[in-house]
């Protein structure tokens, strides 16, 4: 629902005496509506990422690391270079179809990935496009405190940029995320050397991730069985007892789990078995494929 007010507030934002009434009200439908689809496609399932889960069963698994690493890395570093909006969208609907299509993602699984990214990507965006001056200038600007904020042409044409080009990476970093799953990533980093600290670190914060999500998930549970959200005002006291239990219960767990490390004989390092998946023609035509298509979609946003 945040995602879809902030887009209404994004277009508002960008479309406020530059488009007709009629063409606001139906860019504001159609964002409404696509939010509502969006909300009715994602889920969450208690609250637990499915992203492993969806790299372990997309078609992409097997295909190289490596590849699709520095693939998504090469086309991630173009988007954000190129400083085009439309090859930002273009990359974006590109890596979506490559995700969905090709590597036969669930839709619903892939709008729940991207769908809080993209809600940090509208909140920026909007925190661009809105300045703070001490007098009337630009667009239009609303008194406040003395001040004013105040919407530029300037300052919209900037915050719609760089907004496709955040979505556009986003859509790339989903990519890598839900092709390859973390055990087969973390293989591949060993093998171009990187220190071991850091997949140690990478490894054990994801996973923390998923722990800290599962309590949370179990706590609110328990909270609502008890009706702790029955209302807002007992919510807002349900949420920082959770917060705060969250916490204790955090470090707790922490601790089982390095003892059942220690009891596998756990010593600094976490060794993962992965197949070997070898670099095709296949594979690198697909790559090349897609690049040609993103310079493609370069020089036609160049040219409009």
């Known amino acids: 629902m945040l995602l879809t007010v902030g887009g209404m507030l994004f277009v508002w934002l960008l479309l406020w005496k530059t488009s ?24 969450s399932h208690g609250s637990r990422l499915l992203i492993d889960h969806a790299a372990q069963h997309s078609r992409f698994n097997s295909w ?4 699709k690493f ?3 890395l090469l086309l991630l570093f173009g988007c954000i270079g190129a400083d085009s909006a439309f090859l930002g969208l273009w990359i974006l609907a590109g890596m979506t179809l490559l995700t969905v299509v090709g590597g036969k993602t669930p839709l619903h699984d892939y709008i729940s990935c991207i769908l809080l990214p993209l809600g940090f990507v509208l909140l920026s965006g909007i925190t661009i496009a809105v300045q703070v001056t001490p007098d009337r200038i630009g667009v239009f600007s609303i008194p406040v405190l003395g001040q004013y904020l105040s919407v530029t042409e300037a300052g919209r ?6 907004c496709c080009k955040a979505a556009g990476a986003v859509s790339c970093l989903c990519f890598l995320s839900l092709s390859t799953p973390m055990g087969t990533l973390i293989a591949f980093f060993r093998k171009i050397k990187v220190p071991g600290i850091v997949i140690e670190l990478m490894y054990l914060i994801y996973r923390y ?10 706590m609110q549970t328990a909270a609502e069985s008890r009706l702790g959200y029955r209302n807002f005002r007992c919510g807002f006291r349900t949420f920082p ?17 390095f003892d059942a490390m220690e009891a596998r004989c756990y010593q600094g390092e976490i060794r993962f078995l992965t197949a070997e998946q070898r670099m095709t023609a296949g594979q690198l035509g697909c790559y090349a494929g897609m690049l040609l298509l993103t310079l493609a979609g370069y020089f036609a946003g160049g040219m409009l």
Do not use: D, P, Y
């Open 20 to 43: 007709s009434v009629w063409v606001l009200a139906a860019a504001e439908a159609a964002v409404l509506a696509a939010g509502l689809l969006l909300r009715r496609c994602a889920h």
């Open 64 to 67: 190289n690391a490596g590849g």
């Open 70 to 72: 520095f693939f998504s």
């Open 157 to 162: 044409e900037e915050a719609f940029r760089l």
């Open 209 to 218: 991730l998923f722990i800290l999500l599962s309590l949370h998930a179990s």
């Open 241 to 257: 007892k959770i917060a705060a239990n969250l916490l204790v219960v955090s470090f707790r767990q922490a601790s089982r789990n």
